[in-house]
């Protein structure tokens, strides 16, 4: 028995007073020590599958493929609808790609994720619901996109580690202004690791419709 198993097993027993009054039996106590643990058991992987969100959001916004790529199943599904932009990715690899092209040194990106829902499903999968709020800034095109949505997740867990299976929003509300000027960028972390490229592909992530083929001139820079 963990530690922490132990503690929350030994302040329940102490708080019952029937319990410190007539000491249950010993099939009745195994089913307490039992649901406490599937009850500890679920707080933990709700805690973890939070972890993987909070790391899901900063990878994206600092371009980590390599972060992303821990965080989400092989067959990650992807279908997130703008007011401008559709994209629908099947696959880890296609997914890292599209954000790897949009995320590049020309953009701004702040994606922060809210008030989250988290049900357990079963031991190995889960459903979560976060509040997106965002701000993007595409420097090339002096666009300013703000806005929000309500993410839909699934998560599995695969030999004991938690990943995203899919997500999915429809945006919530969504504002786009084109900038006469820009503001006064003093710091842009994705201009220095940021994928170079000569074309940007926000319509649907990979420019399949040909209008805006990705065309990566060097790759992101090693993160420091």
Request: proline residues 4%.
């Given at each position: 028995?963990?530690?922490?198993?132990?503690?929350?097993?030994?302040?329940?027993?102490?708080?019952?007073?029937?319990?410190?009054?007539?000491?249950?039996?010993?099939?009745?106590?195994?089913?307490?020590?039992?649901?406490?643990?599937?009850?500890?058991?679920?707080?933990?992987?709700?805690?973890e599958?939070?972890?993987?969100?909070?790391?899901?959001?900063?990878?994206?916004?600092?371009?980590?493929?390599?972060?992303?790529?821990?965080v989400?199943?092989?067959?990650?599904?992807?279908?997130?609808?703008?007011?401008?932009?559709?994209w629908?990715?099947?696959?880890?690899?296609?997914?890292?790609?599209?954000?790897?092209?949009?995320?590049?040194?020309?953009?701004?990106?702040?994606?922060?994720?809210?008030?989250?829902?988290?049900?357990i499903?079963?031991?190995?999968?889960?459903?979560?619901t976060?509040?997106?709020?965002?701000?993007?800034?595409n420097l090339?095109?002096?666009?300013y996109t703000?806005?929000?949505a309500?993410?839909?997740?699934?998560?599995?867990k695969?030999?004991?580690?938690?990943l995203?299976?899919?997500?999915?929003?429809?945006?919530h509300?969504?504002?786009?202004?084109?900038?006469?000027?820009?503001p006064?960028?003093?710091?842009?972390?994705?201009?220095?690791?940021?994928?170079?490229?000569?074309?940007?592909?926000?319509?649907?992530?990979?420019?399949?419709?040909?209008?805006?083929?990705?065309?990566?001139?060097?790759?992101?820079?090693?993160?420091?």
């Amino acid at each position: 028995m963990s530690r922490l198993t132990a503690a929350a097993l030994a302040a329940f027993i102490l708080s019952s007073p029937a319990l410190a009054a007539a000491p249950p039996k010993a099939d009745a106590l195994a089913e307490q020590v039992k649901a406490l643990r599937a009850e500890v058991q679920t707080l933990k992987d709700i805690e973890e599958i939070r972890m993987l969100k909070h790391a899901y959001f900063r990878g994206i916004d600092s371009a980590d493929l390599d972060l992303l790529r821990t965080v989400m199943h092989p067959d990650v599904a992807v279908h997130f609808i703008g007011g401008g932009y559709e994209w629908k990715l099947a696959g880890r690899e296609q997914y890292l790609e599209a954000i790897g092209n949009n995320f590049n040194s020309e953009v701004i990106a702040q994606h922060n994720g809210h008030h989250p829902e988290i049900r357990i499903v079963s031991p190995t999968e889960a459903e979560g619901t976060w509040y997106l709020h965002d701000n993007f800034y595409n420097l090339r095109e002096k666009l300013y996109t703000t806005g929000t949505a309500f993410y839909h997740d699934r998560y599995v867990k695969v030999d004991g580690k938690w990943l995203l299976k899919s997500t999915e929003y429809k945006r919530h509300y969504e504002i786009v202004e084109k900038l006469d000027t820009l503001p006064n960028i003093t710091v842009d972390y994705l201009a220095d690791h940021g994928r170079k490229v000569a074309r940007h592909c926000h319509g649907d992530g990979l420019c399949r419709d040909g209008k805006d083929a990705p065309v990566a001139t060097t790759p992101a820079p090693a993160l420091r």
